[in-house]
């Protein structure tokens, strides 16, 4: 009876160390701010800047950034903390006002005149 026990729990433990195994390609969204093509460019490479991620495309329509990457290597805290230090806000990392700052102009996606004139 012991043994069909202790047999049972260490299946049990091998399940959930394999359901916590973590992806190599893992694929993840996250909204990030920006206006322009120029943001584009700074966005995918300030998401490709982060060790483990493999793709990064971020849709000026939708402001959707689509990231494949290690998760063994880094986590999507990560990938937008190198976002946000490029100076693109994210939901839960805003880029510091110093690196905001220094975008160009046309990139000043807090100001809602650039927004409109971006519409247009």
Same mark, same amino acid.
């Given at each position: 009876m012991k043994r069909v026990l202790l #047999?049972?729990? !260490? !299946? !049990?433990?091998? =399940? %959930?160390? $394999? $359901? %916590?195994? +973590?992806? *190599?390609?893992? +694929?993840?969204? =996250?909204?990030?701010?920006?206006? @322009?093509?120029? @943001?584009? +460019? *700074? #966005?995918?490479?300030? $998401? !490709?800047?982060s060790k483990g991620v493999k793709f990064a495309s971020w849709n000026l329509e939708t402001h959707d950034l689509q990231v494949i990457f290690d998760e063994r290597k880094t986590s999507v805290e990560s990938i937008k903390e190198s976002v946000a230090g490029v100076g693109h806000d994210t939901k839960e990392v805003k880029a510091e006002k110093e690196v905001y700052d220094n975008l160009h102009p046309c990139c000043k996606y807090r100001s809602d005149e650039i927004i409109i004139d971006h519409k247009e």
């Open positions: #047999i049972g729990v !260490l !299946l !049990l433990m091998s =399940f %959930q160390v $394999a $359901a %916590q195994k +973590k992806k *190599r390609n893992a +694929k993840t969204t =996250f909204k990030v701010d920006g206006v @322009c093509m120029m @943001c584009k +460019k *700074r #966005i995918e490479k300030g $998401a !490709l800047n």
